[in-house]
């Protein structure tokens, strides 16, 4: 078992920068992933990365903008999400991939979802 706890949103104004971090507990898996949801929106997938190697994938609307980087040391997952836009506004979750054969990018394939943690960007 698991347990993630997501910190590190907050109210930014659009072309400012937050830094959320999630820290686990318990046991390893090899790949993390950040997802989000908006109001009235389905949760969706962000990025993810995988702790052995770093390989990393960005979804098509955060890339170049956003970064995620881990601290193995810490148990840490960190994303670095710069040039914010309003519509980047959601309560963005990280969670462990549990299952597939190989990096997904798919909900189901995801559980031990933190609290989650609130991005609010302003106009």
């Known amino acids: 078992q698991v347990k993630l706890v997501e910190s590190g949103g907050g109210l930014v104004q659009a072309g400012g920068s937050l830094r959320l971090s999630c820290a686990a507990s318990?046991?390893?898996?090899?790949?993390m992933g950040w997802f989000r949801q908006a109001p009235g929106k389905e949760r969706e997938f962000v990025v993810a990365i995988s702790w052995r190697g770093g390989s990393t994938d960005y979804s098509d609307s955060v890339k170049g903008r956003f970064t995620i980087s881990s601290d193995n040391a810490k148990n840490t997952v960190y994303l670095q999400m710069n040039s914010l836009k309003v519509e980047d506004t959601a309560v963005y979750y990280c969670?462990?991939?549990?299952?597939?054969?190989?990096?997904?990018?798919?909900?189901?394939?995801?559980?031990?979802w933190g609290q989650g943690t609130q991005v609010t960007v302003s106009s």
């Open positions: 318990g046991r390893t898996y090899a790949r």
């Open positions: 969670a462990v991939q549990t299952k597939g054969l190989g990096p997904s990018r798919a909900l189901a394939d995801y559980s031990s």
